[in-house]
């Protein structure tokens, strides 16, 4: 873009910094991972397992029963974007309607929600989930961020596209509002769907302020949750001297297959959809 | 016709009610119980402005908000203007096919959840991890530091990890802003004799500013509310360092359930963030967002 030779010679040399400050960690992570006990508490540069070993994994699942933070995570994670989507997806279409009196203030309110982040009223939710006998149950994470202002007017933008005469064409047709959106709106406006489903997804999978503030009950604690008890917030407590590191990292590892299996397939749709949001 | 518009206003409905019930409310609640006495069990009577009182001669609370300007401050600063390096080489690099390779590559932390990004770099900054390792083998060090665990690295990394970890996903607000520039511009200053840091000065960097201006916002309004971040990283010895007021009104509240006092230290934060808010609205050339 600039025609320079010294800074195209800067932009290779900087992006392979910045690219190879992601992928060695990773790797690294991964090398302690599959590393033996005794081998992943020895000092030096380790890019590989030395000696070999899957006592990570092994500890991880038979100690941890790792597998019930996972099947929590997952059902919140199914559940609680399913209904983030539709709910946002009603509210988009009926706000990205011209004809709609009153749509300003109502976008105007969703707009103002901006404004209040969860982490200032950490108290005051806690209270109220309490008083709907919300604390300790999965459903208190469904709950958590089930609409968001972000969500509603990235898929208003994507409705407000659809070509009016389409829809007009409907009406005149005899079809009702709740069957133009579901056999025509939904369809056409399936790029904004899928990015809004797949943001919500990864941001549903990583919930963490949540469940420490509304979940004490072992039995249901979330994969982020289970994961923070074992890396031990990176202090040196009395816990993380018995938890070693090769069983932190195996478990970083089983955090992460889930997004990069993910990642490939929507990252198209997780950079649309942050144009989109950039452009609002 | 009002039936028509009947059925479009409750679909907005629920989201209003969920707003209402789940954001409005607790926001008015927290409002409401930072000026009584209030503990696990409930309300133990009004207490006027005593919270207040308490809130501004703690010495924890006064140390969590310099944190938390401290901490918002470096993100902000870092966070805005980092990022436009990526974007900058990104458009450097061709064939498109290995831009996107790098895009996907630098974008993936913003996907990982804090608790991933603190383990990854925990097992790479160990007193035994790789960057111990190569600092100790050219020499730099004779003996291995425990990064997460000396105070003076503690909000170098809050402020350093989160600019790392969102590095990705703000760099490709600029790209995108970047691909809107008229080339033919760039290529008429380049007859007339331009170097590419007249072109970056010139033409670039005035092109990028509104959306330096709309990162700023973004950043600001995200980093003052750092939690997860700061939360993972505090240990024993780093607390006094990285603890937030978000962070302190959790352990107050919900830990030692002082819950009229962290409400305060709440509505604190909540009032310098809306304040903040306001301010930017004033900045020169920040538009208001469309309300349509």
């Known amino acids: 873009m600039l025609r320079s030779p010294a800074f195209r010679l800067f932009a290779w040399v900087f992006l392979s910094l910045l690219a190879l400050s992601m992928i060695v960690p990773m790797v690294g992570v991964v090398a302690t991972s599959f590393t033996s006990k005794l081998g992943s508490m020895q000092p030096g540069i380790r890019l590989w397992p030395d000696p070999v070993s899957l006592e990570g994994y092994t500890t991880l699942f038979r100690r941890f029963e790792f597998w019930r933070p996972f099947g929590n995570t997952l059902y919140v994670t199914v559940i609680g974007t399913l209904a983030h989507v539709g709910l946002c997806a009603l509210a988009g279409y009926a706000l990205a309607q011209p004809d709609l009196p009153g749509k300003k203030i109502i976008a105007g309110i969703i707009l103002v929600t901006l404004t209040i982040p969860s982490q200032t009223i950490l108290v005051p939710l806690f209270v109220v989930f309490r008083s709907l006998g919300l604390l300790n149950t999965l459903l208190s994470l469904i709950v958590a961020e089930l609409v968001s202002a972000f969500s509603i007017l990235l898929l208003k933008t994507y409705f407000e596209q659809i070509p009016r005469p389409i829809i007009d064409m409907a009406k005149i047709d005899g079809a009702g509002p709740l069957r133009i959106f579901w056999s025509i709106a939904l369809p056409l406006a399936r790029p904004g769907i899928i990015t809004v489903t797949s943001f919500n997804m990864v941001w549903k999978y990583n919930l963490f302020i949540e469940p420490l503030l509304f979940i004490n009950d072992p039995r249901k604690i979330t994969l982020q949750v289970a994961l923070q008890s074992i890396i031990g917030g990176g202090g040196t407590t009395s816990t993380s001297d018995i938890i070693t590191p090769n069983v932190m990292m195996a478990g970083i590892v089983v955090g992460l297959v889930p997004l990069l299996l993910f990642y490939p397939f929507l990252q198209r749709y997780l950079v649309q959809g942050l144009y989109m949001g950039a452009v609002k | ?292």
Request: glycine letters at 8%.
């Open chain 2, 1 to 292: 016709m009002m039936a028509r518009h009947g059925v479009l206003y409750l679909m907005v409905l629920p989201v209003l009610l969920y707003f209402a019930v789940f954001l409005f409310w607790p926001a008015l609640q927290g409002f409401l119980i930072s000026f009584q006495k209030f503990g696990l069990m409930g309300s133990q009577g009004w207490v006027g402005l005593t919270n207040y009182q308490k809130v501004f001669a703690d010495r924890t609370v006064l140390r969590s908000l310099s944190n938390t300007l401290t901490i918002a401050c470096g993100i902000t600063i870092f966070g805005t203007l980092l990022p436009i390096l990526p974007a900058l080489a990104l458009a450097e690099i061709t064939p498109a096919k290995l831009r996107r390779s790098f895009q996907t590559v630098i974008y993936a932390p913003y996907l990982l959840s804090w608790v991933i990004i603190v383990g990854l770099w925990l097992n790479t900054l160990s007193p035994v991890g790789l960057v111990n390792g190569v600092l100790l083998a050219i020499g730099i060090l004779d003996k291995p530091i425990s990064f997460f665990t000396l105070p003076q690295f503690g909000q170098p990394l809050v402020i350093g990890l989160t600019v790392w970890k969102d590095i990705g996903f703000l760099s490709l607000i600029y790209f995108s802003a970047l691909m809107s520039l008229d080339l033919d511009l760039l290529d008429a200053a380049e007859i007339d004799g331009a170097g590419w840091w007249a072109k970056l000065r010139h033409l670039v960097f005035p092109h990028l500013l509104p959306v330096i201006r709309v990162v700023f916002v973004m950043t600001l309004l995200g980093s003052l509310r750092t939690f997860d971040s700061a939360w993972l990283m505090m240990n024993g010895r780093t607390a006094d360092s990285v603890r937030t007021l978000a962070i302190f009104t959790y352990e107050r509240g919900l830990l030692r359930y002082d819950l009229g006092f962290a409400s305060a230290a709440g509505v604190l934060l909540l009032v310098i963030s809306l304040a903040l808010t306001a301010l930017t609205r004033l900045m020169p050339g920040i538009r208001p967002p469309k309300e349509a």
